[in-house]
């Protein structure tokens, strides 16, 4: 059963930066497309950013997002710089086992989710 674990949320002033983590266990990181999904009081949630060979993200977060993968480390990381207080969510690490050319961001297309880490972007 694969597994994901994510950490690294906390408050940050608008304009700071934040880096999540993803740990996977139970197989390897490669044999799945990551993504990282947010989820902000009375919103949907929505696709942030995925990486399979190359990354994909949402426009809103494109330029100040950056997803990358440590295969050594089953771990998958998302750097957010320039952060806004619409940025303020729940942050979940999920996981997909269609290995597309490029990755979608859809929440029904991941198979396996982690609990999440609050982030809250607030002065």
């Known amino acids: 059963q694969l597994q994901l674990v994510e950490s690294g949320g906390g408050l940050v002033q608008p304009g700071g930066s934040l880096g999540l983590s993803c740990v996977v266990s139970?197989?390897?990181?490669?044999?799945?497309?990551i993504g990282w999904f947010r989820k902000a009081p009375g919103k949907e949630r929505e696709g942030v950013s995925c990486?399979?060979?190359?990354?994909n993200y949402l426009d809103s977060v494109k330029g100040r997002f950056t997803i990358s993968k440590d295969s050594a480390k089953n771990t998958v990381y998302l750097q957010m710089n320039s952060l806004e207080p619409e940025d303020t969510a729940i942050y979940y690490c999920?996981?997909?086992?269609?290995?597309?050319?490029?990755?979608?961001?859809?929440?029904?297309?991941?198979?396996?989710w982690g609990q999440g880490t609050q982030v809250t972007v607030s002065s």
């Open positions: 999920a996981a997909s086992y269609r290995l597309r050319a490029e990755c979608i961001l859809s929440t029904s297309d991941y198979d396996y």
């Open positions: 139970g197989s390897s990181l490669n044999d799945y497309t």
């Open positions: 990486i399979t060979v190359s990354p």
